[in-house]
């Protein structure tokens, strides 16, 4: 019990010593870094200091705020105007900056994806294609598919038909769009959309060449079309000309 109290007591003086000894070498090293008291103020504040005088204020410094005021009015007037006449200019170049991103992101698109069939630059090609049986999903025959050029397809199609195409697929082209089960999204879509109308080469004779295409689609199954048409056509001259004959009689009788 006597051992306990002496330890206490020790550790009580120590703490004590510590903080005495902290005590001192604070106030030591305080006034020994402290400085004179300045006393009065030495130099005027800012607030307190003479500025300018009533006349000057009232003329010179007046006539120089109002100038001022005068070109800042005059800069706004002039360029206001201008800045809203070149404001065109500057939405027709942000969109065709939009368009020229969309078009290396689509031309990316299509090097990665659509590149190996119908070759770079959208030329067209040929693609090793399998056949399958869809009962049984055997092998039946390896084949090559054409692929066409895509130089003509904005002529050949509207945006909407090439959109649906890439969405849900042609033939044995599979479909690219999230929409059809393809990994791309509508935005993509729209950037390889956009990076198929740059490289579109439509002249006098490539538009000659796919009308021709075209219409020979639509040949064999217009015969009989254009038979019916011809038939028709046939049928309501004849009845024309059997009207105008009757007119003719009616007016001889009432002659």
């Not at 800042?72 to 007037?77: D, H, R, T």
């Amino acid at each position: 019990m006597i051992l306990a109290a002496s330890t206490q007591r020790n550790i009580g003086f120590v703490i004590a010593t510590i903080v005495v000894v902290g005590f001192v070498l604070f106030v030591f090293f305080n006034l020994k870094e402290a400085r004179d008291e300045v006393g009065a103020e030495v130099e005027l504040a800012p607030n307190r200091k003479p500025y300018l005088s009533d006349e000057e204020l009232e003329n010179t410094k007046l006539n120089r705020s109002l100038l001022f005021s005068l070109v800042m009015l005059a800069s706004i007037a002039v360029g206001l105007p201008m800045y809203w006449l070149a404001e065109p200019g500057r939405q027709q170049n942000a969109t065709s900056g939009v368009l020229r991103k969309d078009a290396t992101r689509g031309e990316a698109l299509f090097e990665a994806n659509c590149q190996r069939c119908h070759n770079p630059g959208g030329v067209g090609g040929v693609a090793p294609y399998t056949l399958t049986d869809e009962a049984t999903g055997k092998f039946v025959a390896q084949v090559n598919w054409t692929a066409p050029a895509l130089t003509s397809v904005m002529t050949r199609f509207d945006e909407t038909e090439v959109r649906y195409i890439l969405n849900y697929g042609r033939g044995v082209m599979p479909p690219w769009g999230t929409i059809g089960g393809g990994p791309m999204t509508d935005q993509q879509i729209t950037e390889l959309i956009t990076y198929l109308r740059t490289i579109q080469n439509i002249g006098d004779d490539g538009q000659k060449k796919v009308q021709d295409e075209v219409m020979s689609g639509v040949t064999a199954p217009g015969q009989g079309r254009r038979s019916r048409a011809r038939s028709i056509a046939g049928r309501a001259s004849q009845r024309g000309r059997g009207r105008r004959s009757q007119r003719d009689g009616d007016a001889s009788r009432d002659r």
